[in-house]
């Protein structure tokens, strides 16, 4: 069971460039979410999409955008990199969403620096 | 404005000595209080989670205590090992799902 796998696991991007973050879960989980992780921040939430279809802001979702392109995949979109989301991304996903606290499991990352 | 408020920052133990990371939280909601282990280069994993109506859950050698009134709770690693060496946060979700609230993280260190 590959679990969430998240692609590239390494970027560098110039200032103003657009890229795409992937991932994908093979756990027929509903619920999938993208968080950045910096120094002395612990993980914020990005965005997140409770079941297929549908998507909602985290705690910081400015610069950022989603597709939740089918129950499978989850991307992540900066249209116009700066070097404030230099971070690490991490893309996770868990079973339930309404009434139900289950298990969330995350990929491996993705480690992005914008020059 | 932090919702999970985690410390220490780091933390160094001897081999078999008992680690203590404590977390407190301002949202009286939340309702489901995960503990996730991550080492470098690696996503977190969940260790151990506990729900408000018990206030100690204990699984091997991890342990969570928690205190309702006081909104706080603690993850205690006994013997901890060097194995156990790694990045410890807390996180709070409320009234169901994952849309969890992490802490900073606590970078633990077990020396031999």
């Known amino acids: 069971n590959a679990g969430v796998t998240q692609t590239p696991k390494f970027q560098v991007l110039k200032t103003g460039q657009s890229m795409t973050l992937q991932c994908a879960q093979d756990m027929n989980h509903n619920s999938m979410y993208w968080y950045r992780q910096d120094p002395g921040m612990g993980l914020r939430l990005i965005y997140y999409?409770?079941?297929?279809?549908?998507?909602d802001k985290g705690e910081v979702p400015n610069g950022y955008n989603v597709s939740r392109l089918n129950k499978r995949e989850f991307s992540l979109r900066l249209e116009s990199a700066a070097p404030s989301q230099t971070s690490v991304y991490f893309c996770?996903?868990?079973?339930?969403?309404?009434?139900?606290?289950?298990?969330?499991?995350f990929g491996q990352g993705t480690r992005l620096t914008v020059v | 404005q932090q919702q999970v408020k985690q410390s220490p920052q780091s933390l160094i133990v001897q081999k078999g000595g008992i680690s203590i990371i404590n977390c407190a939280y301002e949202?009286?909601?939340?309702?489901?209080f995960p503990w996730y282990q991550q080492f470098p280069g690696k996503g977190p994993a969940l260790l151990i989670a506990?729900?408000?109506?018990?206030s100690e859950k204990k699984e091997g050698r991890f342990t969570i205590s928690f205190n309702k009134s006081a909104k706080q709770f603690s993850l205690h690693i006994m013997d901890s090992q060097p194995g156990d060496s790694a990045t410890y946060f807390c996180?709070?979700?409320?009234?169901?799902?994952?849309?969890?609230?992490f802490g900073t993280g606590t970078q633990l260190k077990v020396e031999l």
């Open positions: 999409s409770a079941s297929e279809g549908t998507t």
């Open positions: 949202n009286t909601a939340f309702d489901y």
């Open positions: 996180a709070a979700s409320t009234g169901g799902g994952n849309k969890l609230t």
């Open positions: 506990i729900r408000p109506d018990v």
């Open positions: 996770a996903s868990s079973g339930g969403w309404a009434g139900r606290n289950t298990e969330a499991f």
